[in-house]
């Protein structure tokens, strides 16, 4: 007996999950969830927060499936919805200050002394970094965005992108040297 793929591409599935069938909507949920809540993650410091986010992201995406005009990457589309959807879950939580006054606020929070730079102690970085920060950071050095495109996405100024991920990358070098410091007790 010859066993046949369900859905052997993604085009395939995508139109399949267009016309309904709940296989194929699973499949899509199952094949994009892990990397989606990675995105939403990197917006949103607290992991069930993200999970929601996530999961309201791939609601509007399954509502929204039909206008998927399958020119560029599907991961890409879905992607640019979840990045949405945690700026606006930032947004309605009034988290988002671009201030510099945040920054000296969140100094007290300490970020784990751990040397062994891996991805979740950069993530713990990336997350002590105020909100307004933080997004500008992940929307540019990590998203790859243009400052324009940010300034759009944020409804703030070219500059002020600018300087937010400025003000970003100075506060996460002075960690890292702080660490470095505690790390070998060079003082």
Known sequence: MKIIPLYKNEKQLIKKAIAGHKDAQ?????????????????????????????????????LKLD?????????????????????????KQQFVVYDDEVYEQNQTQEV????????????????????????VFVLYTIEGYKHQEIAEMLDISESTSKSQLFKARKILQE???????????NR
């Not at 998927?68 to 930032?90: A, H, P, T």
Request: charged share 25%; with cysteine; net charge positive.
């Open 112 to 135: 784990s002394q751990s040397m062994d730079l891996d991805t979740e102690h950069i993530q713990q970085l990336i997350d002590g970094l105020p909100q307004g920060y933080k997004m």
């Open 67 to 91: 206008t998927f005009k399958f020119q560029g990457s599907f991961e890409g589309w879905v992607r640019r919805i979840m990045i949405r959807e945690s700026i606006s879950y930032l947004r």
């Open 26 to 62: 699973q499949r899509l949920y199952a094949k994009h969830a892990p990397k989606m809540l990675g995105v939403c993650r990197q917006y949103i410091k607290d992991i069930h927060f993200a999970e929601d986010v996530m999961v309201r992201g791939f609601l509007k995406m399954f």
């Open 175 to 185: 960690k890292l040297q702080q660490q470095n410091i505690i790390g070998y007790g």
